[in-house]
């Protein structure tokens, strides 16, 4: 955990003009036109800086650049003419020092693999993603490490309560940025802070990326209570107790628990089982309907990062010996060897009276 910003404090920020950086001054790529990478080059450019933002499709380039709009994934939302999309990723990266990467956890080995060799000398990587890879069961930040060969202190993360579509409506809200490298934590923090979108930063990479994986497991078990029609005792039930879990497992895996009661564990958690904005909720709450997983999969258009997550996680709890109770029965659920309905009272391991409440 850091000794120097606890993720839990505030930090006071240089302006723009005390450290000298002219807004627009670092080069800022943003990869990943949909919902949360739009609204970061939002946020972005919201602070006052030029940012790029790499999209796939040369239609979604023209609305964004023409009309300041991205319907399929903000409807409603009026974008900054700061914003410049472009499907041009070789010439984009190549001239960027912070390259954010917004894309679904399973593609970001691949595309990482895409414009790595684009990338200037000193360019630095940050993920705004909440997945494990399936086929590694690695975090987005070890992802990069392996792929781009970038030393701890050239990665960063960035998590919390962060639904897309509140920030992109201007809803004041924080995030989390942490990276092994101090400098690195705040000139990240510097880009993305607005008027109405404050950063904080830590050390603790492991806490910070772990809470935004975990949280999302247990908002698809909020959901599926919510589609089997529980009301708010067995949600707050899986909730605490889905708290305590996640909050041992990430211990065990190196994590500091004080992250896992900030922005990125518990305010995430809060966040992302609360809102109906939820893709991973949304992805809970149809399996609770009596949707199957394959079923689930083909209804939403856009990433519940969760449903790839869960396999990873019980692999990496059962090789430290984490009990996950809740997370094994969603993990039975989306298997269907467990009915929705059943979910709810199996908050523990055993059959001996659960201690420690
Ligand atoms: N939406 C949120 O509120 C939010 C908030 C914080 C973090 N996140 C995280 O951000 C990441 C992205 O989520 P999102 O909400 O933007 O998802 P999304 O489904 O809205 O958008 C994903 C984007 O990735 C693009 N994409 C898909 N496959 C690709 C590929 N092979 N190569 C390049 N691009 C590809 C899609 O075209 C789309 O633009 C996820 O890990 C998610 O957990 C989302
Ligand atoms: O829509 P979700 O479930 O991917 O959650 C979005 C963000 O991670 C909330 O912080």
Not at 31 to 52: E, L, M, Q, S, Y
Not at 179 to 184: A, D, P, R
Not at 279 to 300: E, K, W
């Amino acid at each position: 955990m850091s000794e120097w910003y606890p993720a839990t404090s505030p930090i006071t920020l240089p302006t723009l003009a005390d450290n000298g950086a002219e807004p627009g001054g670092e080069r800022i790529v943003v990869i990943g036109g949909g919902n949360w990478g739009t609204t970061f080059a939002k946020i972005v450019a919201d602070g006052g800086r030029n940012v790029t933002l790499v999209v796939r499709r040369p239609e979604v380039v023209d609305e964004i650049n023409e009309a300041h709009r991205n319907t399929t994934y903000l409807p409603g939302i009026n974008l900054p003419s700061r914003i410049h999309a472009t499907c041009d990723l070789a010439a984009s990266v190549a001239s960027a020092d912070l390259i954010f990467l917004s894309v679904p956890a399973q593609t970001a080995r691949e595309n990482i693999e895409e414009f790595r060799p684009f990338m200037t000398a000193d360019a630095s990587i940050i993920s705004l993603m909440k997945g494990m890879e399936r086929s590694t069961g690695k975090r987005m930040s070890e992802v990069i490490s392996d792929v781009s060969g970038l030393g701890a202190d050239r990665i960063a993360v960035a998590s919390g309560p962060n639904i897309a579509l509140e920030i992109a409506r201007g809803e004041p809200t924080a995030i989390v940025v942490a990276s092994e490298s101090e400098q690195l934590a705040v000139r990240v923090a510097q880009v993305a802070r607005n008027s109405y979108l404050r950063s904080f930063v830590n050390q603790d990479v492991v806490g910070t990326e772990f809470g935004g994986v975990l949280k999302n497991l247990i908002a698809i078990a909020i959901g599926i209570s919510d589609g089997v029609g529980y009301g708010e005792n067995t949600k707050a039930s899986i909730m605490t107790r889905g708290l305590a879990e996640i909050t041992d497992f990430a211990v065990a895996m190196g994590a500091s628990r004080e992250t896992m009661m900030g922005l990125a564990g518990l305010g995430d958690l809060i966040a992302t089982c609360m809102s109906p904005l939820s893709r991973n909720f949304t992805a809970g709450r149809l399996l609770g309907q009596g949707y199957s997983y394959q079923d689930v999969n083909s209804r939403m258009e856009q990433t519940a990062e969760g449903l790839r997550s869960v396999e990873s996680i019980l692999l990496l709890a059962n090789q430290h010996s984490v009990p996950m109770p809740i997370v094994q029965q969603i993990n039975d659920v989306l298997d269907g060897k467990m009915s929705p309905t059943d979910l709810a009272p199996h908050l523990a391991t055993d059959n001996e009276i659960p201690r420690g409440e």
